[in-house]
């Protein structure tokens, strides 16, 4: 049992380019989110999706996308990465009342 | 801004002692859930305490929930070494509107 798979683990981009984090659970979870982890900042919510079909914004949905086409993927697709991106981005997913996430091992981020 | 602030920062403490950590949030909630992180992990689920419980116990772990103040403390007894981690208070919005948001994290040391 895979849990949530998160690629790719490592990332450098250049200033106005364009990527996308993929995301996917083998749980059957109705509930995925992304988040950002910056030094001292904790865990920022991006995006979050309550189900296939239905996104919605978090704390800091500026420059990035998010769609969820399948209960399985949620993809984060960043437009025009800007050095203030560079992060480490989690995914996690959780049944639909968010008792209990379950994470990603992280993508690490850089825009130079 | 976020919803969970936590005290202390950081707390360094020796093996056998007990370690307290408190989270302050702003507005009503579902429930509130203490994850743990190990340095360049994911976050792993600790415990869940719901908004009309007062404490939990889970093994070493005690939670408590004042809702009239807004906070919550994780007690970790007779800490061990490898308890070291970082520690991070979310809090589910009541409505149910699907954010699930962090803290800043407490870094907790336990020296041997």
């Known amino acids: 049992n895979a849990g949530v798979t998160q690629t790719p683990k490592f990332q450098v981009l250049k200033t106005g380019q364009s990527m996308t984090l993929q995301c996917a659970q083998d749980m059957n979870h109705e509930y995925m989110s992304w988040y950002r982890q910056d030094p001292g900042m904790g865990l920022r919510l991006i995006h979050y999706?309550?189900?296939?079909?239905?996104?919605d914004q978090g704390e800091v949905p500026n420059g990035y996308n998010v769609s969820r086409s399948t209960t399985e993927d949620f993809p984060l697709r960043l437009l025009s990465a800007a050095p203030s991106q560079t992060s480490v981005y989690f995914c996690?997913?959780?049944?639909?009342?968010?008792?209990?996430?379950?994470f990603g091992s992280g993508t690490q981020l850089s825009v130079l | 801004s976020q919803q969970g602030e936590e005290d202390p920062q950081a707390l360094s403490i020796q093996e056998g002692e007990n370690a307290t950590m408190n989270c302050s949030y702003k507005t009503s909630i579902n429930n509130l859930q203490w994850y743990r992180q190990n340095s360049g992990r994911g976050l792993v689920h600790l415990i869940l305490?719901?908004?009309?419980?007062r404490e939990k116990h889970s093994g070493r772990l005690r939670v408590t929930l004042d809702t009239s103040k807004k906070s919550s403390s994780l007690l970790i007894t007779a800490s061990r070494a490898a308890d070291t981690a970082s520690y991070f208070c979310?809090?589910?919005?009541?409505?149910?509107?699907?954010?699930?948001?962090f803290g800043q994290g407490t870094t907790l040391q336990v020296k041997p």
């Open positions: 979310a809090t589910a919005f009541s409505g149910n509107t699907g954010k699930l948001i």
């Open positions: 999706s309550v189900g296939a079909g239905i996104t």
């Open positions: 305490i719901r908004s009309n419980e």
């Open positions: 996690a997913s959780s049944s639909r009342d968010r008792v209990k996430l379950f």
